[in-house]
């Protein structure tokens, strides 16, 4: 069974910095593609970034290009979103999911297992 588990939310500061972490469980990993969405209150969950787990490519959106970095630690199977210069509109809750297909997308539908996620509350 496939577990992806997130951690490392919390309240910072603008300006601050978070790391999540995903600790993912239950399959091989190899070909797929490992993603971060957040799901502000009142708003669609979207698209944050994206990393092809075997080539460690990565995609980002707009809103966090330069601020973000998403890595991934093939031994320990975890997939990290370190965050910095973090602002209030970045207060959501945070996803994992991942993708097996073997292309990269930034399509919510498109991502076959999801994480519970974590709350994180950017104050100004």
């Known amino acids: 069974q496939v577990q992806l588990v997130e951690s490392g939310g919390g309240l910072v500061q603008a300006g601050g910095s978070l790391r999540l972490s995903c600790a993912a469980s239950?399959?091989?990993?190899?070909?797929?593609?490992m993603g971060w969405f957040r799901q502000a209150p009142g708003k669609d969950r979207e698209f944050v970034s994206a990393v092809r787990w075997s080539e460690g490519t990565s995609y980002y959106s707009d809103s966090v290009k330069g601020r973000f970095t998403i890595s991934r630690d093939i031994a320990k199977n975890t997939v990290y979103l370190q965050m910095n210069s973090l602002k209030p509109e970045d207060t959501a809750v945070y996803y994992c999911a991942a993708d097996t297909s073997p292309w990269v997308t930034q399509t919510l539908s498109e991502y076959d297992y999801w994480g519970q996620g974590t709350q994180v509350t950017v104050s100004s």
């Open positions: 239950g399959r091989t990993f190899s070909r797929c593609t």
